[in-house]
């Protein structure tokens, strides 16, 4: 028989990790992105859903480009 104290370190090793996406249109209407709200729009799709940290990465990738 299975102790309880194996079954809180089983569920302690199984992590769900889930990130929440928002729409082009959340995204630009936060105060968060108030000030790149020019980028937000112009490298976003509109009928795609973003993390905080994929719009974050998608701003620097593009901010560090290189100019031709």
Same mark, same amino acid.
């Given at each position: 028989?299975?102790?309880? &104290?194996? !079954?809180?370190? #089983?569920?302690? $090793?199984?992590?769900?990790? %889930? @990130? +929440? $996406? %928002?729409?082009? $249109?959340? +995204?630009?209407?936060? !105060?968060?992105? $108030?000030d790149r709200i020019d980028?937000? #729009?112009? /490298? /976003?799709?509109?009928? !795609?859903?973003?993390? /905080?940290? @994929?719009?974050?990465? &998608? +701003?620097?990738?593009? /901010?560090?480009? !290189?100019?031709?």
């Amino acid at each position: 028989m299975a102790k309880d &104290t194996d !079954k809180v370190e #089983n569920a302690e $090793k199984v992590e769900q990790t %889930f @990130e +929440i $996406k %928002f729409s082009k $249109k959340q +995204i630009a209407s936060s !105060k968060r992105y $108030k000030d790149r709200i020019d980028l937000v #729009n112009a /490298l /976003l799709d509109d009928d !795609k859903e973003y993390s /905080l940290a @994929e719009v974050d990465e &998608t +701003i620097e990738t593009y /901010l560090k480009g !290189k100019v031709n």
